[in-house]
């Protein structure tokens, strides 16, 4: 009698185990189904972008640059903004719309929309178009000090991007230092 209780019971421990398994099974479908939909989705929104940037750069290069400004400005909601922001400025940069091209900069920033980029833009409009170097400079130590911050691996993209603005740094400071020197 008790071979038969002990022979039933482990038969009914091993059902659960069996519908736990089942029911472990069940959420890991539901789970990859979700993360299946959501990387699609995720797909389906990168080659939508690429084909918008694809469509704003033949719009420029066919000369139409009105329009391709406002794909852009439409964009600056979107996913894409950082992207739109950034082509707009160097876009105001190239037809002499320095002071647009800087509000847009600063737009960047107030965003945290790549900032490194950002300063490094706003350096070198300061120091050739509006002839501050003081501000330059002060925007060449905002994205050093951006770049310093630690990461997991610096990457030679980020290094080679260090030295151009130290590099940068060290010619504003001779530069100011003349101006100083000068009666």
Do not use: W
């Amino acid at each position: 009698m008790q071979t038969a209780i002990a022979e039933n019971s482990r038969t009914a421990l091993e059902q659960n185990g069996y519908r736990r398994y089942v029911d472990i099974i069940e959420m890991y479908n539901t789970i990859k189904a979700d993360y299946d939909k959501i990387s699609e989705q995720i797909e389906s929104k990168k080659a939508q972008r690429e084909l918008f940037k694809g469509f704003i750069r033949a719009l420029e290069k066919q000369g139409q640059k009105e329009k391709a400004m406002k794909c852009y400005r439409l964009c600056e909601g979107g996913s894409f903004r950082a992207q739109a922001t950034r082509a707009m400025a160097v876009h105001e940069k190239r037809e002499g719309q320095y002071r647009a091209a800087a509000r847009l900069l600063e737009t960047m920033l107030e965003r945290g929309d790549d900032p490194v980029f950002a300063y490094e833009a706003l350096a070198k409009l300061y120091e050739h178009q509006f002839r501050d170097p003081e501000q330059a400079l002060h925007y060449v130590r905002q994205a050093l000090l951006l770049l310093a911050e630690p990461r997991l691996h610096k990457d030679e993209a980020v290094q080679e991007k260090q030295n151009e603005l130290q590099y940068r740094y060290a010619r504003l400071r001779r530069k100011l230092r003349q101006e100083s020197a000068m009666p």
